[in-house]
Structure formats: C-alpha cells, structure tokens
C-alpha cells in the first residue's frame, strides 16, 4: 500500500526510553527469498495491550512467534525491557503465553495446570496454593480447581488457559488467536473479561487476531499487518476515524469506496472527480495533489438522507435492496457509479423510510469522506 512503508519505519520514531518490548528493523524469511516480516520497527510500552491484527499470512503471527522465542528473526533484533532476547530460549523469556486451541494438560485437573508453571520455577507448595487460588479467583473459577480440562466448557477451559499465563505473574503476556474457538457470543463475553483482567494486573498484552471487533474492543493501540508491514499503528478509534491508507479503511469496518481524480486541493480538502463524472469534496489524507488518481473512502453511518442544505456533497442515488438489521436499516445503493454503495439509516419505528427501486437524496460532511491511495477497479 501507498505509504505503508513510510509508516512502517516511522513507527520507532514515538518511542521513548521506557519502550517495554522493541522490534528493531525485524525480518523474518523461511525460504531465505520471501520476507514474511520487512523490516519491522515497533515499540511496546509497559502495560500496554497491544493487537497485531490483520488477514491470515500478513506476518501478525510470526511476529508473535519472535517474540515468544519460537521463531528466530532473519534480520534485526527484538528486546524486552532493553534486553536482546534473540538468543534468548523461550523458557528463559519469562513471557505468559495463551493459544488459541488452550493447550491445557488434559490428565491434570484445572488447580494441577495451573501450580504446573509455577512448580517448574521452584516455587514451595504452599506458595503454590496460594498463588493458584488467588489466579482462580481473578478468573472467577475458583470452585473448579478439582475438574480435568474434558469437565469444563468452552469458555471455562479458555479463562483456565489465561490464568495460567498469568499465574506466576510474568510481566508480558502473548495471546495467538485466544478466542477464535468460541461461538460469537462466548467470544465477545470473553473479550471483555481479558481487557478486565488486563487492567486490573497492569500486565503488557501482546494480542494477535483477525478478527477487527476484537482488536477495536480489547486495545490500546492496534497495528494492522498486510504483506509484512504495519499500515497503521494507532488507537482504535484513529484507525476507524483516520484511516491512512485504502487497505485500513477497507479492513476496518464497513467502508463505501469510489474512485476519482483530485481536480483542487484547497485547505486540506481535495475537489475530486469520480469515474462517473460527480464532482466531489474530500479530506486530503494519502494523496500528493491534482492529478492524482486517489479511492475515496466514507463509513455508510456517515451519510444522510435528504442532507440539510450546506452540505458539502450531496448526490442521487438509486435503492438497490433494503435488509432489516433491527436498530437501523442497511441500504444498498447505486452512487456515482458504485452499486455497492452502502447507508446505514437508523431504525424508524413507523416506517422504512426507503423502498427498493426509488431515488432518494444522500449527503455527508468533507470531512467524513477521506481521499486515499487509489485501488483501481472496485
């Protein structure tokens, strides 16, 4: 993506002396040809919860796996808490680590995987029990501690497998995919238990997913991968409000694109001609200036039906289909040439305020509407 890579190496730039983890021109290949992960360059504060997020093969696990000490990096160095740790054994890290498939040892019973880490590292068997109920407690467990894995549920097994990270108190916590084994609702329940659990502890979270819901709902800061790079490191609300570049707009949350040509740029608004011929009004994010080429991006909450006079762009659009969603309406419209062109209209309780079929009026602020790299055909 268009200055993904600008963003990439400017990631370092905002750290300061009291970075906690620190990826340091980090690569990564398998095949000594194919980088996976390009020159990475991140910075991890202490306490932090961190999400690497991104489509399946843009390098988010892999990082995680550098970092947990089962992957080696190809190039570069990764440090915690101003260590280099790339020779480091990942049982000398002192990382917590929770897997998606919860690799809990499936003879023991809940309190036996639970005091397991902590009697590896020498720990009495009073200081055990201690440490083990007080985990079950903060996991709101503490009446399972004599069932096996088989006995528990889905989401009683996945809050078994967080304690466990978290038992012998380590100051960095991996999480790879923890929740994608969960039915929708045990997972968002789930989400909110760990962003609990993390603030409570103060611990630094490493957090790797696909799955954008959980990375907007869990994060301080999230970093989103495509092809090895980060494209964006920002809090979750920058990225869904100032997306910098197509493929983060795109990947979070629903986004209306249309392509065009930037014709003024004044004040830091383009004036941009769509493919279709609609003359338009932008905020100026990834583009250089006129001539360019450049995919407008506008979330469909943004648009407004019959839009107050004022209104910078104001367009007709035909209704295509209309789908019931309870709280709002979701509209599928044909606008400046894009039939794919959704508004989200809130629910009315006397009517649907659209039919199929019909022109109607829509509008949205310059400022709603981000004028991006281009992406061609849509």
């Known amino acids: 993506m268009q200055g993904a890579e600008k963003n990439n190496m400017a990631v370092n ?19 000594g040809e194919v980088l996976v992960v390009k020159d990475l ?12 997020l991104g489509p399946s093969g843009s390098g988010k696990s892999t990082c995680l796996m550098m970092l947990a000490g089962f992957e080696p990096a190809t190039h570069g160095e990764i440090f915690l808490d101003d260590r280099p740790i790339n020779t480091v054994p990942p049982h000398k890290r002192g990382i917590g680590m929770v897997f998606q498939n919860y690799a809990l040892f499936p003879h023991m019973t ?35 501690a004599g069932r096996r894995p088989a006995q528990l549920s889905g989401g009683q097994q ?5 304690a466990r ?12 995919e923890p929740l994608g084994a969960l039915d929708k609702q045990l997972r968002e329940q789930m989400q909110y238990e760990i962003k609990h659990i993390h603030e409570n502890l ?6 790797v997913t696909h799955d954008q819901t959980e990375a907007l709902t869990m994060s301080d800061r999230v970093a989103v991968f495509e092809d090895g790079v980060i494209q964006q490191l920002s809090s979750p609300e920058s990225l869904y409000e100032s997306p910098q570049n197509s493929f983060v707009a795109q990947f979070i949350g629903e986004n209306n694109k249309l392509n065009g040509v930037v014709e003024k740029v004044s004040k830091g608004i383009c004036q941009v001609r769509t493919d279709d011929g609609t003359l338009l009004h932008a905020e100026k994010v990834n583009v250089e200036g006129v001539g360019d080429k450049t995919t407008l991006s506008l979330r469909p909450e943004r648009i407004e039906l019959d839009p107050p006079k ?6 007709k659009g035909r209704v295509e289909e209309l789908i019931y969603l309870g709280d709002h309406i979701r509209v599928r419209m044909n606008v400046a040439g894009n039939s794919e062109f959704i508004v989200k209209v809130r629910n009315r309780a006397d009517k649907r305020p659209l039919k ?13 509407c981000k004028a991006l790299d281009y992406v061609g055909q849509l």
């Open 13 to 31: 730039k905002s750290a300061t002396d009291t970075s906690y983890v620190r990826f340091e021109n980090v690569q990564k290949s398998y095949d």
């Open 41 to 52: 360059n991140l910075d991890i504060q202490k306490g932090e919860f961190v999400t690497m």
């Open 110 to 144: 809940v309190a036996e995987n639970l005091a397991f880490p902590l009697e590896v590292r020498g720990m009495s068997r009073s200081d055990q029990e201690d440490r083990v109920k007080k985990i079950l407690d903060l996991v709101e467990l503490p009446q399972m």
């Open 158 to 162: 996945q809050r078994v497998a967080v």
């Open 165 to 176: 990270a978290l038992v012998f108190e380590p100051d960095l916590v991996l999480m790879d």
């Open 202 to 207: 103060g611990v630094t979270v490493v957090y």
């Open 310 to 315: 004022g209104t910078k762009n104001v367009v």
């Open 356 to 368: 199929e079929g019909q022109d109607a009026k829509i509008g949205w602020l310059a400022e709603d």
